[in-house]
């Protein structure tokens, strides 16, 4: 064979072999879920990467690790910042250090009921701090309200009203917000890693603790601090986010499909929180622990006029407590 027909036949195995590389190229994405690869933070994810799979026929994939196995919190969140992971589902509350507004999802009873809450989930002021997340800190939102069921107190002695706060050592997250609520209502906060929580409360290091109310129930809580109040005080948003050099390195379809597998998982979220709330409430009651449901009046007077102090000090945007009241 002429010298001439060898380079073409190496130059068209080549081309073959770049072209095949290409056709079959993946993307891989890791998703860090805080949570068990069974509860309604993460069943929810597990679809997700379904979903995409599915309708971006394999060219994306999207790897779930439930259990915190990658980090949780402000610190998961950061490290998908960085690249370092490419996803994350986590409350909104811990998008706080990027952008202050955030922080009033976590004042308490700063919502009236379920209704109010979803109402601003879906408003411009959260399009606006969704909007900011982008533009100023490389982080697309690919959902904002994956449902979770809300935030309540269990605790070693009863809680009915704000005056049985006073004096009690009270495990909080490290979220400025969630510190100062409860120290407007009496409590000492105290900062106890999620995952000490339980033994804190067994041997006393704190009397009480906040916290989501299927948690209580899957962590055990109450069998350590058997008075779980309803105080309802926060309704819970999961968000699922991606790093935005990840994101806006796919193509267009890509995106979209992505952005259409959020979609299905956020209405999955729904319907796996619907009537959970009994169930968990039956479980710990069956277990010997007490529910305690109390008319939250008392607690947003008292939270309602140190709002406006916050509000002062910059942890929100001003007027921002005030418009979403009148939502």
């Given at each position: 064979?002429?010298?001439?027909?060898?380079?073409?036949?190496?130059?068209?195995?080549?081309?073959?072999?770049?072209?095949?590389?290409?056709?079959?190229?993946?993307t891989?994405?890791?998703?860090?879920?805080?949570?068990?690869?069974?509860?309604?933070?993460?069943?929810?994810?597990?679809?997700?990467?379904?979903?995409?799979?599915k309708?971006?026929?394999?060219?994306?994939?999207?790897?779930?690790?439930?259990?915190?196995?990658?980090?949780?919190?402000?610190?998961?969140?950061?490290?998908?910042q960085?690249?370092?992971?490419?996803?994350v589902a986590?409350?909104?509350?811990?998008y706080?250090?990027?952008?202050?507004?955030?922080?009033v999802?976590?004042?308490?009873?700063?919502?009236r009921?379920?209704?109010?809450?979803?109402?601003?989930?879906?408003?411009?002021?959260?399009d606006?701090?969704?909007?900011?997340?982008?533009?100023?800190?490389g982080?697309?939102?690919?959902a904002?309200?994956?449902?979770?069921?809300?935030?309540?107190?269990?605790?070693?002695?009863?809680?009915?009203?704000?005056?049985?706060?006073?004096?009690?050592?009270?495990?909080?997250?490290?979220?400025?917000?969630?510190?100062?609520?409860?120290?407007?209502?009496?409590?000492?906060?105290?900062q106890?890693?999620?995952?000490?929580s339980?033994?804190?409360l067994?041997?006393?290091?704190?009397?009480?603790?906040?916290?989501?109310?299927d948690?209580?129930?899957?962590?055990?809580?109450?069998?350590?601090?058997?008075?779980?109040?309803m105080?309802?005080?926060?309704?819970?948003?999961?968000?699922?986010?991606?790093?935005?050099?990840?994101?806006?390195?796919?193509?267009?379809?890509e995106?979209?499909?992505?952005?259409?597998?959020?979609?299905?998982?956020?209405a999955?979220?729904?319907?796996?929180?619907?009537?959970?709330?009994?169930?968990?409430?039956?479980?710990?009651?069956?277990?010997?622990?007490?529910?305690?449901?109390?008319?939250?009046?008392?607690?947003?007077?008292?939270?309602?006029?140190?709002?406006?102090?916050?509000?002062?000090?910059?942890?929100?945007?001003?007027?921002l407590?005030?418009?979403?009241?009148?939502?």
């Amino acid at each position: 064979m002429k010298r001439s027909a060898w380079k073409w036949l190496v130059a068209a195995m080549i081309g073959g072999i770049l072209f095949t590389g290409t056709a079959t190229a993946e993307t891989k994405l890791r998703l860090s879920c805080p949570s068990a690869a069974n509860s309604t933070t993460c069943l929810p994810a597990t679809l997700f990467a379904d979903e995409v799979k599915k309708l971006t026929n394999g060219s994306v994939i999207v790897q779930v690790f439930p259990g915190g196995q990658l980090g949780t919190g402000t610190k998961a969140v950061q490290q998908m910042q960085a690249g370092v992971i490419d996803m994350v589902a986590e409350d909104l509350t811990w998008y706080t250090p990027f952008v202050k507004d955030f922080n009033v999802l976590a004042w308490g009873f700063a919502f009236r009921d379920a209704d109010h809450f979803n109402t601003f989930l879906k408003s411009p002021i959260a399009d606006a701090m969704v909007d900011e997340m982008d533009k100023k800190h490389g982080i697309v939102f690919l959902a904002r309200n994956w449902r979770k069921l809300p935030r309540v107190v269990t605790s070693t002695k009863p809680v009915f009203t704000p005056d049985d706060l006073k004096g009690m050592k009270f495990r909080v997250p490290n979220i400025p917000a969630y510190i100062k609520t409860w120290q407007t209502l009496g409590a000492n906060p105290s900062q106890v890693p999620w995952a000490d929580s339980f033994q804190a409360l067994k041997t006393g290091v704190v009397d009480a603790m906040e916290a989501p109310f299927d948690s209580v129930l899957s962590q055990k809580f109450h069998l350590a601090a058997p008075y779980v109040t309803m105080t309802n005080h926060l309704f819970i948003a999961i968000a699922l986010t991606v790093n935005a050099k990840k994101f806006y390195g796919l193509s267009a379809d890509e995106q979209a499909a992505l952005r259409k597998a959020a979609d299905k998982a956020t209405a999955y979220s729904i319907e796996l929180n619907k009537d959970s709330a009994d169930d968990v409430a039956k479980k710990i009651v069956d277990d010997g622990a007490n529910i305690i449901m109390l008319k939250p009046t008392a607690f947003q007077k008292k939270l309602r006029a140190a709002a406006a102090e916050q509000e002062a000090e910059g942890l929100w945007s001003k007027d921002l407590y005030e418009k979403i009241e009148k939502m």
